[in-house]
């Protein structure tokens, strides 16, 4: 089992091709996160958005996977347990407002939180499902990380405060 | 569950905004935003065409620095047709340049040696960079239509303005692709395919000067105004004077019942007891039968009752028309300061779109409450579209009505084979009376005036004497 560094300066998450296919999409999900990164889970299919995402969500400090169609981010979210899940509604196999609906359904995922960021102007159905918050494309970095940060927050206890940078391994 | 709502466009769970209605990027002219129907929609892709000479790169750079902005740059970028520091140096010539903004909200930045080195292939990871580290909200190539020329096939320039259509739409950009294309450009090039919007500014030559047009070809989600509308490049950028149409008459419209007086003794028995207020009279006859004067007693009679006139004249210079006023009972400067507005326009150099949007803009604005045109012929001689001028002439009218403006519009018969009765035909259709004036007996000294029509309204068949004395013209 080979084991994923996320997150440090050198990731190459953020250098990831525009076009070209993610090898990680279908690695091995043993996973260490220095300095407690939240793992953000994105699906996204638009390989222009997945590059942009990763670039600004890294910046920001997340680390960041992701999945091209809805049964892989549920699978890949059991698995990681990301903070959050972002995902556009028009992804394959399973639309992303099914998928938030999965996740919240749930038990072992009650502490991911779902932003539906979409091309669809789908605000309503994303309430219907149990969204914690919608985005509109096109991708705007400082709407997308302030609201992902919005996000954590909501979810980190203010006291006490969480253990920090010890790896997790799952 | 009160979600946030957070996006490129406003978007609301509670009955807010609804999310189809798309922010607009303005372009630093407030006539071409009412065109484009407010401006331009964020994160669209637009191909601005044009003829060398047109306009294009200052249309453009008055948009960028109308949106340079602390929170995000805004990039300029040019390719192979203009260097880049000729997009600089000549913008300095106008009033929207502001070079505290260069370098931090302005960007300026020149890939046509990139391109020259490695092809079209560039671009897109180029910009990828440039939207990584400098977040761009708007985004300017001028020329793309020159990175045709550097495509070695058409799929190679196919594939590049798909991936380039694919980035720019991903991110929250909106994006100008400025070039020297042609009408059959249009169906041939791939980037009209992918384009939100296209606008085309166009110059024709009309006698000793030019004419210029803004013309949008295709704005997706917006509600723009179609035609040409007439532009002029100013010190401030582009002066676009939007076509005028025809008003919607409202539905609690009624017309007005009071009467106007003339200011012209005897004149107003012959229609009845005066103009119907809110209607457009036609004042037509030959040079010297007496129109100015006509025409000025009417403005100046609304001065005397304390209504605001404005007295539009391409003839008679400011200094000529100041005299007639002189001869009528009153001053120049008097009538001037008690609510006489004149308007002169050399009918050389005349631009009858500015003329009519300055008219409308006034009345629009409210006010005026009488209006004379001195005289519609030179709109005509000076129109390079006949059609075009009597449809805004038309509009014009139709506004008057709904602004319960007054108007008398003096023109010359007699000229180019025209007589009277032919020119009032003419243009009758657009007015509600019709005042013929002429002049006779065998030396053509006898100054005549005869109502040819007059719309809801009784009037005097005959043809009367108008003697023109000092003091004024009035009806025998």
């Avoid at chain 2, 395919?193 to 917006?222: P, Q």
């Avoid at chain 2, 119907?276 to 100015?292: A, D, Y």
């Avoid at chain 2, 045109?373 to 002439?393: E, F, K, N, P």
Wanted: hydrophobic share 40%; charged share 20%; aromatic share 6%.
């Amino acid at each position: 089992m080979s084991e994923l560094q996320l997150g440090g300066p050198s990731s190459s998450l953020g250098k990831m091709g525009a076009a070209g296919p993610n090898p990680r999409l279908d690695a091995p999900r043993t996973l260490v996160f220095p300095g407690g990164r939240a793992i953000i889970l994105v699906v996204e299919r638009d390989p222009h958005v997945r590059d942009l995402e990763a670039y600004f969500l890294n910046e920001a400090g997340y680390a960041v996977e992701f999945a091209v169609d809805g049964v892989a981010a549920l699978e890949m979210a059991r698995t990681l347990a990301p903070q959050i899940v972002i995902t556009e509604i028009l992804v394959p196999k399973l639309d992303g407002l099914a998928l938030c609906r999965a996740i919240k359904e749930d038990p072992a995922l009650r502490g991911t939180a779902v932003l539906i960021f979409s091309i669809l102007a789908a605000e309503s159905r994303a309430r219907d499902v149990g969204a914690d918050a919608f985005l509109m494309k096109p991708l705007a970095e400082r709407r997308l990380v302030e609201t992902v940060r919005a996000l954590i927050a909501a979810r980190v206890p203010a006291s006490p405060p969480a253990p920090a940078a010890s790896p997790v391994v799952r | 569950m009160t979600i946030p709502v957070i996006g490129g466009q406003p978007a609301s769970l509670d009955g807010g905004a609804p999310a189809t209605q798309f922010p607009r990027v303005r372009t630093g002219n407030s006539q071409a935003d009412e065109v484009l129907g407010g401006g331009f929609p964020s994160n669209s892709i637009n191909i601005v065409m044009g003829q060398p000479g047109t306009g294009k790169t200052i249309f453009a750079e008055q948009l960028l620095f109308e949106n340079a902005g602390a929170d995000r740059a805004s990039v300029f970028i040019t390719t192979l047709s203009e260097p880049l520091t000729k997009a600089v140096t000549y913008a300095q010539r106008f009033q929207f340049f502001d070079v505290r903004k260069l370098g931090t909200e302005i960007q300026y930045h020149d890939l046509g040696a990139a391109l020259a080195a490695d092809g079209p292939a560039v671009i897109v990871p180029w910009l990828t960079d440039i939207i990584k580290t400098s977040r761009p909200k708007i985004i300017i190539i001028d020329s793309f239509r020159a990175i045709h020329d550097l495509g070695t096939s058409v799929q190679e320039i196919r594939r590049l303005v798909a991936e380039l259509a694919g980035l720019l739409s991903a991110y929250d950009v909106t994006t100008f692709l400025l070039g020297e294309y042609t009408s059959n450009d249009v169906q041939r090039f791939p980037e009209f395919a992918i384009g939100d919007g296209i606008v085309e500014l166009a110059r024709s030559s009309l006698s000793s000067r030019d004419e210029r047009f803004f013309r949008v070809l295709k704005l997706r989600g917006s509600a723009y105004r179609e035609g040409q509308h007439a532009f002029r490049i100013t010190e401030d950028g582009l002066a676009l004077y939007p076509r005028l149409v025809s008003p919607r008459i409202p539905e609690n419209y009624h017309p007005h019942l009071e009467r106007v007086p003339t200011g012209v003794d005897g004149l107003d028995a012959m229609v009845g007891g005066g103009l119907w207020s809110g209607s457009t009279t036609l004042l037509v006859g030959p040079t010297g039968s007496g129109k100015t004067t006509v025409a000025l007693q009417f403005a100046l009679e609304g001065v005397r009752r304390g209504e605001h006139s404005l007295y539009v004249h391409f003839q008679e210079n400011p200094s000529q028309l100041r005299r007639a006023i002189d001869g009528l009972g009153m001053s120049a400067d008097q009538a001037i300061a008690r609510g006489l507005s004149l308007r002169y326009e050399s009918p050389v150099e005349m631009q009858i779109d500015s003329i009519i949007v300055d008219i409308f803009e006034r009345i629009r604005d409210g006010g005026v409450r009488r209006l004379v045109v001195d005289a519609i012929g030179d709109l005509v001689t000076a129109a390079s579209d006949s059609q075009r001028l009597h449809d805004y002439l038309y509009a014009l009218v139709q506004h008057f009505t709904v602004h319960n403006v007054t108007s008398v519009l003096a023109l010359e018969s007699g000229s180019g084979g025209t007589n009277a009765v032919d020119v009032a035909h003419r243009f009758s259709y657009m007015s509600d009376n019709v005042l013929q004036l002429d002049l006779r007996g065998e030396e053509r000294t006898k100054r005549t005036l005869r109502i040819v029509k007059t719309r809801n309204s009784d009037h005097d068949p005959d043809v009367r004497e108008l003697a023109i004395r000092a003091g004024g013209a009035r009806i025998v």
